[in-house]
Structure formats: C-alpha cells, structure tokens
C-alpha cells in the first residue's frame, strides 16, 4: 500500500474489539486515510450516512452480523468497497458475504501486510460477474439482465460525479447523450412503477 492515497478516502473500520479497531484505524490514517469508527451494527448503520469509500467490517458484533450493513452498503450510490473479517472464517461465511457484494474477506488474526493487500485489492478489483450473471440463466431475461447492469453503472457513475453527466460518460467510456437517454429510461421505468404502485 502506498504512504498516502491518492485522492484520500473514507474509511469506515466496524469492530466492537476496541484495541484491533484503534490498530486498524492507524493503519489506514498511515494510508492518508479520513477514518470513522463504529463499534456495532447499529452504529455502522447511522455512519454508512457519511459516504465513506471503503468498510471495513468485523461479521460478528455484540447486536448482531455484518450481513446488514454489507447489504446497505453495496446498495449506496456510490457503493464504497466492502472487506469483512471474522475471527471464526468459514468458507460458506466467506461464500455468502462474497455474494451480497463483499470484495473481500480476511481472517483473524490480521497482519499489516494482508489488510494493505486486501485494502487495495478491494479499492483495485473488477469483480467477476461471470457467476452472478450465470445465475440469472433460466430465471431472469436476458434483457432484464442488460437493463440492470445498465442502470446501476449509470447510477454509480452519476453519484460519483455528483450528478455530472459529462462525468458519468466520461466514467462509463459512453457518449453524454448515452447518459442523457440511460437516465431518461430510468426516470420513465420509475414513473411507471410509481403509478402502478398508486392505482
């Protein structure tokens, strides 16, 4: 990992283990990192509202699992990277979180060396959709499938340019009129379902 980020991120570091959440949070101030600090679900919950760019989160805390806020999380826009950590890994935990949109997983006890790894794997990685993709074979349209990926790039790039749509297409490798025409079928599709909602 480089001295200092460029340009510097959010950090949110979510672990009830006071002394391993302070050591954490050095590490990635070392990194020139702006760093939040939660020690529960409940509290994670409230700071994901901070937009950070990375959580680093701990699958077992005092009111319960990671699995909420890696799902509220992958959900954001825009989505910071995920790396959730456990004392006790499984390979079906590591499985499952991987699948709600995790981008990585370390097991504890957590060397300097595995988290700088993992912090820029995670920051670095393309996910593969091959898997995610392939299960929507027989269940889902392929249509549908293009109409969602479609918009949630869109919606990523948009929310990462606060709502620039140069930005977006610049983002995405795509025309601004691109853009102008993704997000127009978006606000149609929402309109509709707004309407079939009230009738």
């Known amino acids: 990992m480089h001295a200092n980020l460029s340009p ?9 283990h006071k002394p391993l959440r302070q050591a954490l949070a050095r590490a990635a101030r070392g990194w020139g990192a ?12 409230l700071e994901l509202a901070r ?8 699958v077992a805390l005092p ?13 954001m826009r825009p989505a910071p990277a995920v790396i959730a950590m456990s004392g ?4 079906e935990e590591a499985f499952e979180l991987a699948r709600i ?12 060396e595995d988290l700088n790894q993992s912090v820029e794997a995670a920051l670095n990685d393309r996910p593969d959709l091959a898997p995610l993709v392939a299960a929507h074979v027989g269940n889902t349209p392929m249509r549908a499938v ?5 918009d949630v790039m869109v919606g990523e790039a948009l929310a990462k ?39």
Request: hydrophobic fraction near 40%; proline fraction near 4%; aromatic fraction near 0%.
């Open 146 to 150: 293009l109409d969602q990926v479609r």
């Open 34 to 45: 702006e760093v939040i600090e939660a020690g529960s679900v409940r509290e994670a919950t």
């Open 161 to 199: 340019e606060g709502g620039s749509r140069s930005g977006a297409a610049r983002l995405l490798h795509v025309t601004r009129q691109a853009v102008q025409q993704a997000v127009r079928e978006l606000d149609l599709a929402q309109t509709k379902g707004e309407r079939r909602g009230h009738e």
């Open 88 to 91: 006790q890994a499984s390979a």
């Open 63 to 75: 009111d319960g699992n990671a699995r909420p806020i890696v799902e509220l999380a992958v959900r």
């Open 8 to 16: 510097p991120i959010r950090v949110l570091i979510v672990e009830d």
């Open 101 to 112: 949109g995790a981008r990585r997983y370390l097991a504890k006890p957590i060397s300097l």
């Open 51 to 58: 937009q950070p760019d990375l959580v680093i989160v701990d």
